[in-house]
């Protein structure tokens, strides 16, 4: 069992949060003398409450409108709350609005505690505890113990910390897990100490540290090392989950940080400036949220200008008040985050909560027109089995090309997708067929999410189905032509797969050379597919004394008049080729042989004439001055004065 945890306050300015805390600790958590001359709290104040077996961070978060934002910075890393609320002043807006912030933080447990009960009666307290009973219900503070205390009399402050040491139970099973994540803590202020250095405090939030570690600075992979270790005031080895701390860092200047800054593993955080969200709306707001609205999102104790892009399959370009809707935030500034953790929603101007919401990928791919495939495992995220999030979790890391640039390891799902490190998942994935393992060298695999293969897969059969439209007389089309258009995918490998597939599916027809859709291409009837092989196997045999359209229209027993069409589509497919419209005909395995006899005598002489051509190729003049002019046309050949050399010399 985790016995660290902190206890975030909350609560309307004036209703005795402070001088509640020093009643229960001891600690008077104003620090700054401003705070003292003005009995108000503007940075997050903390205390330490040992209530055996708990040790409890108190963070004291201001009250005040103004200090919204260091009420959440204080928020990062809380395990359970305490809503403070004045028996003679009962729920103000403030109070509301406090409420509203740690609705959204999803907190395992805590606890109300009514102050100041000295100054009034019995039966307006009463009054007062329906009031907040209606105002927590169906948050997790909605069966929480109210406890009537007096910071002045001592009235009520055993029962809270009873009711503290209870909701320490509850939380404390919720948060073992976090242990042992990989470090990481939300800087909530910096500064320097003569003859220290830099010194960053936080709430741990996962993981534990010690001296000597070398650590990061996130957003902006800093690297930096622990160089000391306070931890309550006291000064300490390691520090970890649940924990408050101030650590002395070296290799940076305090004034390079700032709130919104992490320390964390390294490794453990990448930043994006976007984030895949689960956006829940408080059901209060006068207004919905469109999409493509600007909204201060905050989230640890960063505060940053987000646009939100709304995704939804009915193309609904709004979420109402109360709703849930699924969203990318494009941030104006870098961020760090986890799979489920919690964050704020406030409106641009003015000011205020308009909701919260989680995280369901730190650093999804842009979705920028969601397909169904994609919504689904936007969906999928949100489930409770670790197979099912991390299968979506490497989609949405994936661009729909299945690039090899890797965009996650295993060791990202942590972070991608709260599943566990080392639990053998990738492997359980690719057993199960959601993977498909490509090798990509001797060292070297790419795992690529089967439906972004079958993303590939139906790009393919597209590409395909317009070449048959625009050659409607070939059956297949050449296989470099369909490769030129995928040159967009790092890996050869990805393209090569999904045509294996649809081989495998019979969509396709494909070889070294050529490919096309199985069933299209002309419809031949028998007698024509018999005519066609026939007419092949004559312009072969023929050799380079080539038939014209019309010798092999005489010899043709039937269909004659299909023999014109069938030629023109043993040309488009590649099996022949026209010398010139009179249509003597070559076949492709011969021409290729006469490239090759031309390239070797060519070779070492300033070119050739046409009756050297002839003897080289052992033909008549009928027959060489087509085939010459064929090659010119295609620019194989050239003409210099009465010779031809080759329009590339370096073929071979």
């Not at 009962?90 to 959204?104: A, C, F, G, N, P």
């Not at 390691?238 to 709130?259: D, P, S």
Request: aromatic share 4%; hydrophobic share 40%; glycine share 8%.
């Amino acid at each position: 069992m985790h016995h660290d945890l902190i206890l975030g306050t909350a609560g309307h300015i004036d209703h005795g949060k402070t001088s509640l805390i020093e009643a229960l600790t001891g600690t008077a958590t104003d620090r700054l003398p401003e705070e003292k001359k003005r009995g108000i709290t503007i940075e997050p104040g903390y205390a330490f409450l040992d209530l055996a077996p708990w040790k409890i961070g108190v963070v004291d978060v201001p009250g005040h409108e103004k200090f919204v934002r260091q009420m959440l910075s204080g928020a990062t890393g809380m395990d359970l709350a305490m809503l403070v609320v004045a028996a003679d002043d009962s729920v103000k807006q403030q109070t509301i609005e406090h409420l509203d912030i740690l609705r959204m933080l999803k907190l395992p447990a805590g606890v109300i505690a009514l102050t100041k009960c000295d100054l009034v009666e019995d039966e307006w307290l009463e009054l007062v505890e329906d009031e907040i009973r209606s105002r927590v219900a169906g948050s997790f503070l909605e069966g929480a113990t109210i406890v009537r205390c007096s910071s002045k009399t001592g009235e009520g402050i055993d029962q809270l910390k009873s009711a503290i040491i209870d909701c320490c139970r509850q939380a404390a099973a919720d948060r073992t897990l976090a242990l042992q994540a990989p470090f990481r803590m939300a800087v909530d202020r910096t500064f320097t100490i003569e003859g220290h250095g830099t010194v960053v405090t936080g709430s741990v939030a996962s993981g534990q540290i010690a001296v000597g570690d070398q650590v990061q600075l996130q957003p902006g992979n800093i690297d930096v090392r622990i160089r000391g270790i306070q931890n309550h005031d006291s000064t300490a080895q390691t520090v970890h989950r649940g924990q408050r701390a101030a650590i002395n860092l070296a290799g940076i200047h305090h004034q390079k940080i700032g709130r919104g800054h992490e320390l964390t593993a390294t490794g453990f955080l990448r930043p994006s400036s976007m984030v895949l969200v689960e956006i829940q709306l408080l059901s209060d707001l006068k207004r919905p949220l469109k999409d493509r609205s600007k909204v201060r999102f905050h989230i640890g104790t960063a505060e940053i200008l987000a646009n939100v892009r709304l995704l939804n399959a009915s193309g609904e370009a709004v979420a109402e008040p109360g709703g849930r809707a699924f969203a990318q935030l494009y941030l104006h500034e870098e961020a760090v985050a986890v799979y489920n953790q919690p964050f704020i929603l406030r409106s641009e101007s003015p000011v205020m909560t308009i909701g919260g919401g989680r995280i369901l990928h730190p650093n999804p791919v842009l979705l920028k027109k969601p397909d169904a495939v994609d919504l689904k495992h936007v969906t999928a995220l949100t489930s409770t089995d670790a197979a099912t999030r991390a299968s979506s979790a490497i989609y949405l890391s994936q661009a729909p090309g299945g690039s090899d640039r890797r965009q996650w390891e295993e060791s990202d799902l942590p972070r991608i997708a709260g599943v566990p490190a080392g639990g053998g998942m990738v492997a359980k994935l690719i057993d199960d067929g959601t993977l498909l393992q490509l090798r990509l060298s001797q060292s070297r695999n790419l795992e690529v999410h089967r439906d972004r293969l079958n993303q590939v897969a139906d790009r393919i059969i597209a590409k395909l189905s317009a070449l048959h439209d625009q050659y409607p007389l070939r059956f297949t089309h050449p296989r470099n032509v369909l490769e030129a258009s995928f040159q967009y995918l790092d890996s050869p490998e990805v393209l090569a797969a999904a045509v294996d597939q649809l081989k495998k599916e019979k969509k396709i027809t494909a070889n070294v050379n050529s490919i096309g859709l199985a069933g299209r291409g002309p419809k031949l009837s028998k007698g024509q597919k018999v005519l066609l092989e026939s007419l092949i196997g004559q312009v072969k045999s023929s050799g380079l004394e080539g038939p014209t359209i019309k010798k092999l229209q005489q010899a043709a027993t039937k269909n004659k008049d299909s023999v014109a069409e069938l030629l023109s589509m043993a040309c488009e497919n590649g099996d022949m080729v026209r010398l010139d419209p009179d249509g003597f005909h070559i076949h492709a395995e011969t021409m290729a042989k006469v490239k090759q006899q031309l390239i070797d005598a060519i070779a070492d002489t300033d070119g050739l004439t046409i009756s050297d051509i002839r003897q080289v190729l052992g033909v008549s003049r009928k027959y060489s001055v087509p085939l010459c002019e064929f090659l010119d046309r295609i620019e194989f050949t050239r003409r210099v004065g009465d010779k031809r050399v080759l329009v590339d010399p370096g073929v071979q």
